[in-house]
């Protein structure tokens, strides 16, 4: 079984940075890519960013330019760096990660209980 334990969500003034931590634990093989959802009010859970285990990134529309995915695959963590952050990044965000099974190398993905992070403007 895998865990996701994220931290780092809060409340910043519009414009301020915000840093977010998720760290996988449990039985694991490999991860395969690690990443960040956001569920604002009424919507949808969107695609914030999301890193594969070689470094490639890819970005929702409202993130590229001012957030920034990372990953330390030794520690099975990804982070999120958020600056000038606006209202409209509120929300509840989500870590994921895909785990690649042994042996058959099957994926699955595994969410974490997510973290608010508010932006007041």
């Known amino acids: 079984q895998v865990h996701l334990v994220e931290s780092g969500g809060g409340l910043v003034q519009a414009g301020g940075p915000l840093r977010l931590s998720c760290a996988a634990t449990?039985?694991?093989?490999?991860?395969?890519?690690m990443g960040w959802y956001r569920q604002a009010p009424g919507k949808q859970r969107e695609l914030v960013a999301d890193?594969?285990?070689?470094?490639?990134?890819d970005y929702g529309d409202s993130a590229k330019g001012r957030f920034t995915i990372s990953r330390d695959n030794a520690k099975n963590t990804v982070y999120l760096q958020m600056n000038s952050l606006k209202p409209e990044d509120t929300g509840v965000y989500y870590c994921?990660?895909?785990?690649?099974?042994?042996?058959?190398?099957?994926?699955?993905?595994?969410w974490g209980q997510g973290t608010q992070v508010t932006v007041s403007s």
């Open positions: 449990g039985t694991i093989f490999s991860i395969n890519a």
């Open positions: 994921n990660a895909r785990v690649v099974a042994p042996i058959t190398s099957r994926l699955r993905d595994y």
């Open positions: 890193i594969t285990s070689g470094g490639s990134t």
